[in-house]
């Protein structure tokens, strides 16, 4: 059963829902649009490409406010199997109506050569980039020129209508969890961090970005009002110290950036703690 503050946000999402995919679509062709339509592709672009060094081929994923599949779809041939959830029932039918019309269409989405092991990756990016003095994670970003598949191909998501405290998700089943522009909307973000720990495998990932607008005065009133008039769900007016404090009180951050072209946004990654004997 939902809380008092996932009922209102469920509410209002699906409401938005019914303008998501149709701003999406018309972003596609009005010319006023167009510029911004373009950097929203780049930023999610980025964002993938970022993502996937982290993916083996054997992991289980749960994607967190999934929405319309924007994170899912594009990851999925990289693992094993995603359980895409919402609290939302009108973004998750969204997102499957997405998914077959891309299946239809027979998609094209670009992959990496292979999907490369947690630490090895990383590890194997970070000394290049030490060599070529670059950002570790910017290190194997794959173009689109590489090798791509089709999304004809996927039949691993799952999308699901549910709150990460659903209890039917299982305790230590997931590899990785995806928090897409998710954790700042929630009522309580120190009880969502340790939700996902008990969700998450012994060194799972946990994969992030939190807006953070409570870094300029300007920002912060604008949204504190927004949400003081009941025009947007509550929003915590984080800052970027504060959320990697509260972070890395429950994980191990492997890296905490801006993101490119969005820079009050903050890209996390962080580790579970290994398996402890009782």
């Known amino acids: 059963m939902y809380s008092k503050f996932e009922t209102r946000a469920e509410k209002f999402w699906d409401k938005a829902a019914s303008q998501y995919d149709k701003e999406e ?18 930023i999610t672009d980025i964002l993938i490409k970022k993502t ?16 319309t599949g924007t994170f899912s ?17 009108n973004m998750i039918a969204l997102a499957r109506m997405r998914m077959a019309k891309m299946k239809t ?21 970070q000394t290049k980039a030490n060599q070529n003095n670059t950002n570790p994670l910017q290190a194997h970003l794959p173009t689109t020129e590489e090798t791509k598949t089709t999304i004809s191909n996927i039949d691993n998501i799952t999308f ?5 405290f659903d209890s039917t998700l ?10 897409f522009y998710i954790i700042h909307l929630l009522d309580d973000q120190q009880k969502a961090f340790k939700r996902l720990k008990t969700l998450l495998k012994p060194n799972g990932i946990i994969v992030s970005v939190i807006p953070c607008l409570g870094e300029t005065r300007i920002l912060k009133y604008l949204f504190w009002l927004l949400s003081t008039v009941g025009l947007i769900p ?23 950036e801006s993101v490119p072209y969005a820079r009050h946004q903050q890209y996390l990654v962080a580790r579970n703690s290994p398996q402890t004997s009782a």
């Open 25 to 42: 679509e018309k972003a596609k062709t009005a010319k006023k649009t167009a510029k911004a339509e373009t950097k929203n592709r780049k």
């Open 52 to 67: 996937i060094p982290y993916l083996k081929s054997t992991d289980t994923v749960l994607d967190v406010g999934c929405g």
């Open 73 to 89: 779809i594009p990851t999925a041939t990289n693992v094993c199997s995603v359980d895409a959830i919402d609290i939302s029932s």
């Open 105 to 125: 269409e027979k998609t094209n989405i670009a992959q990496p050569h292979a999907a490369q092991p947690h630490v090895s990756q990383y590890e194997a990016n």
């Open 160 to 164: 699901v209508h549910a709150s990460m």
């Open 170 to 179: 299982k305790p230590a089943h997931y590899d990785v969890v995806f928090c």
């Open 234 to 256: 509550k929003i915590n007016l984080n800052k970027r110290r504060d959320i990697e404090q509260h972070m890395a009180e429950t994980f191990d951050i492997i890296t905490s």
